[in-house]
T-cell receptor
């Protein structure tokens, strides 16, 4: 089983460039999330979605955008990249039941220079 | 608002000794509590969870966690540590009154020495 797949694994951007981090899951999960992980800071929620066509902001949404046109895919768009967006990004999904655990992708390491 | 604290950035333990990784939480209602482990250059993997019932929860790889409501704690434990347990451990909480927002602690690095 593929689970949650993220691409690319690594990317270097110049300040002001834009890019999209791709996330797809094959578990038919309704809920999907984007987190960023900074050293010593744990994970911060950027955006989440409770189903196709529905998205909502998390703790740190500024500078990012998402869409959810299908159950499987939840891409994260970075507009006008800034050095503060240098981080490791994780996509995760769950069934949506409160007691359900999250399934994570392997992460995308982004550096903005 | 819900929050999680992991007071130790790093825990060092000798192989074969018991280990404890600490976690305290704050929620307005009843908590759902989770532990995840992260190996280098990998995503987080689920270890165990507390939803209701027995305060001692058993999970993957021989880990267990004890829920203590009066101390608002959910410490991760293992009776005998292995070198392969060395990784980054995250505690997380979901307040069932706050929808599906899962809040993570800052993480604790566990180092098990031979």
């Amino acid at each position: 089983n593929a689970g949650v797949t993220q691409t690319p694994k690594f990317r270097i951007l110049k300040i002001g460039q834009s890019m999209t981090l791709q996330c797809t899951q094959d578990m038919n999960h309704n809920y999907m999330y984007w987190y960023r992980q900074d050293p010593g800071m744990g994970l911060k929620l950027i955006y989440y979605s409770v189903g196709a066509g529905i998205t909502d902001k998390g703790e740190v949404p500024n500078g990012y955008n998402v869409s959810r046109s299908t159950t499987e895919d939840f891409p994260l768009r970075l507009e006008l990249a800034a050095p503060s967006q240098t981080s490791v990004y994780f996509c995760a999904s769950t069934t949506g039941v409160d007691t359900g655990e999250l399934f994570f992708g392997e992460g995308s390491r982004l550096t903005v220079l | 608002a819900q929050s999680v604290a992991q007071p130790e950035d790093q825990v060092n333990v000798a192989e074969g000794n018991p280990l404890t990784v600490k976690c305290t939480y704050s929620v307005s209602g009843n908590p759902y509590l989770f532990w995840y482990v992260q190996y280098p250059n990998r995503g987080l993997q689920f270890l165990l969870k507390y939803i209701t019932g027995d305060n001692l929860v058993k999970g993957s790889y021989g880990f267990e966690a004890e829920f203590n409501k009066s101390q608002t704690s959910f410490h991760l434990k293992k009776p005998s540590a292995l070198v392969s347990d060395s990784a980054l451990y995250f505690c997380a909480v979901r307040d069932y009154n706050a929808g599906n927002m899962l809040t993570f602690g800052g993480g604790t690095r566990l180092m098990v020495k031979p």
